[in-house]
């Protein structure tokens, strides 16, 4: 193992509707693979989001961000409510609770958010594809760009010749691209050595930017061959024939969009684990999914997407490979046997549970227990 006796701090942010039922539940596993692999984890409770605009009236507080930053690692359950009711919305769009998720990302300098789409054997099932589709296999990651583009860009609405006029400008320089098309080119190399730049390069400058660097790179990865596809084709060719991918690297928002279509072809929203990396090991782990407000506190929600993100903070935040291992086969055994309703079809066999059973199953997988 060749790990024991390190102690880690890792920072957690339960968040909002959801969060804190799926962050306990990782926690739980966290606790288990912690046991087993002889490492002492301290957690470090923080706060972002809708609540902490209950508490503080902003998002996101410079002491959250100072908390951060004294931690190996931060787990985050899920921010936000539902704009049609929660007064959350009512504030100006600067203090939302999104606008913590951005900040963050920001003041932490996460550039680089993975999030993976792996269909299981055991979840062909739950596969919306087409069966032969579905037997190709899935197993891809998408490398999105965090903390630039049309999310960071100047913003501004204004009045011209008498009416509204708003505008977002999406705006990259070549480090920025370079820096994350690094961590493309180092993930496909650990894979299939397969990278697929999507952008809209027959129409935005910013994407021909994208390209060029790329373009430029790619000689110092000969081994990885690369090809590169527009954002349109590729939310379409994501459906047709997912099996084609292996590592696709794109901008903050095509990223945004195409990982949310990504979660759905493996079954649902609820299975993608997400790492948001900064320069060196520090990173935030976070499922894909939202907060999912309709359904918190009923002990529905799927705590996969959590528990295989912290799956992901051990091992490339804390290097402790082994324990990933041990979590990840606990999640797929898991599946095989027990499913909450997001992923539950009939006939499949399995058993129906809520967020805690979920959890509590995985916990005593890696603990050994059947
Ligand atoms: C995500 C979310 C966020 C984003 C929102 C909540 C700001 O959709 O993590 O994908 O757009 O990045
Ligand atoms: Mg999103």
Same mark, same amino acid.
């Given at each position: ?52 605009i209950?508490?503080?009236g902003? !998002? ?6 100072a908390?951060?930053?004294?931690c ?13 009711v929660? !007064? ?8 939302? !609770? ?12 996460? =550039? ?34 965090l ?37 493309? =080119? ?9 990278l ?14 994208w ?30 024939? !997912? ?33 948001s ?17 309709d ?18 903070m ?21 599946i ?35």
């Amino acid at each position: 193992m060749g790990k024991e006796g390190k102690s880690f701090r890792i920072g957690v942010i339960e968040g909002d509707g959801i969060g804190p039922e799926i962050v306990r539940e990782a926690v739980r596993v966290l606790n288990q693979a912690a046991a087993r692999f002889d490492v002492s984890l301290e957690y470090v409770p923080m706060v972002m989001g809708g609540c902490s605009i209950d508490r503080y009236g902003i !998002p996101l507080t410079e002491e959250t961000i100072a908390q951060a930053k004294t931690c190996d690692a931060v787990l985050m359950g899920s921010i936000g409510g539902d704009p049609a009711v929660s !007064p959350w919305y009512q504030l100006e769009p600067s203090k939302r !609770p999104e606008a913590g998720l951005l900040g963050i990302r920001k003041a932490l300098g996460l =550039f680089a958010n993975l999030r993976f789409s792996v269909l299981y054997e055991d979840l062909k099932d739950a596969c919306p594809l087409r069966e032969d589709i579905a037997q190709e296999g899935i197993d891809f990651v998408i490398l999105r760009e965090l903390t630039g583009g049309l999310y960071f860009g100047e913003k501004k609405t204004e009045t011209v010749n008498g009416e509204a006029r708003a505008t977002d400008v999406l705006a990259y320089s070549e480090s920025e691209i370079r820096r994350i098309a690094v961590k493309a =080119f180092d993930s496909a190399m650990l894979r299939r050595k397969k990278l697929t730049l999507v952008d809209k390069a027959n129409v935005l400058e910013s994407s021909r930017l994208w390209r060029k660097v790329v373009g430029e790179m790619a000689k110092e990865y000969p081994e990885v061959s690369v090809d590169y596809m527009y954002v349109d084709n590729a939310a379409m060719q994501l459906i047709r024939r !997912p099996s084609q991918f292996d590592v696709i690297l794109t901008e903050n928002m095509f990223g945004d969009i195409l990982s949310d279509e990504a979660s759905m072809v493996t079954g649902s929203i609820g299975m993608q684990p997400s790492a948001s990396l900064a320069e060196g090991r520090f990173g935030l782990y976070e499922p894909s999914h939202g907060s999912a407000p309709d359904i918190a506190g009923q002990d529905k929600a799927n705590p996969l997407a959590t528990i295989l993100s912290a799956a992901c903070m051990l091992r490339y935040s804390l290097g402790l490979e082994e324990a990933a291992d041990a979590i990840e086969k606990a999640v797929i055994e898991a599946i095989g046997k027990v499913r909450t309703a997001d992923l539950k079809t009939d006939g499949d066999g399995t058993k129906l549970v809520g967020c805690t059973e979920m959890g509590q199953y995985v916990a005593r997988l890696i603990g050994g227990e059947k």
